[in-house]
Nanobody, 128 residues
Framework: QVQLVESGGGLVQAGGSLRLSCAFS????????FAWFRQAPGKEREYVAA????????NYADSVKDRFTISRDKAKKIVNLQMDSLKPEDTAVYFC?????????????????????WGQGAQVTVSS
């Protein structure tokens, strides 16, 4: 059974940086597409970024493009989200998710219901 464990959240001032990590276990890392979503209080879960297991394909929401970078370490089975130039509106609980398969289709990997495995979430708070 696939397990995902996030780490690295915290409190940072606007303009600062944080790095989230997601440790994968219980499956074959090479069979998955990974994504980060976030959810602020009172709002729906929002897509942030996605990466295919081989790292050849990445995609970002417009709201984080050029500020966030998703990457993966296949040997360590870790997916990272480097967040720079953070803004107060980035405050949310961030979730790592994994979807089995190889099909890189935006209308699929941007949907939360496409993902069968989720981490417990990591709080990111950006103060103004």
């Amino acid at each position: 059974q696939v397990q995902l464990v996030e780490s690295g959240g915290g409190l940072v001032q606007a303009g600062g940086s944080l790095r989230l990590s997601c440790a994968f276990s219980g499956g074959f890392f090479s069979n998955y597409i990974f994504a980060w979503f976030r959810q602020a209080p009172g709002k729906e879960r929002e897509y942030v970024a996605a990466i295919r297991w081989d790292g050849f394909n990445t995609n970002y929401a417009d709201s984080v493009k050029d500020r966030f970078t998703i990457s993966r370490d296949k040997a360590k089975k870790i997916v990272n989200l480097q967040m720079d130039s953070l803004k107060p509106e980035d405050t949310a609980v961030y979730f790592c998710a994994a979807m089995g398969g190889f099909t890189w289709v935006q209308t699929v990997y941007r949907r939360p219901d496409s993902y069968g495995s989720w981490g417990q979430g990591a709080q990111v708070t950006v103060s103004s």
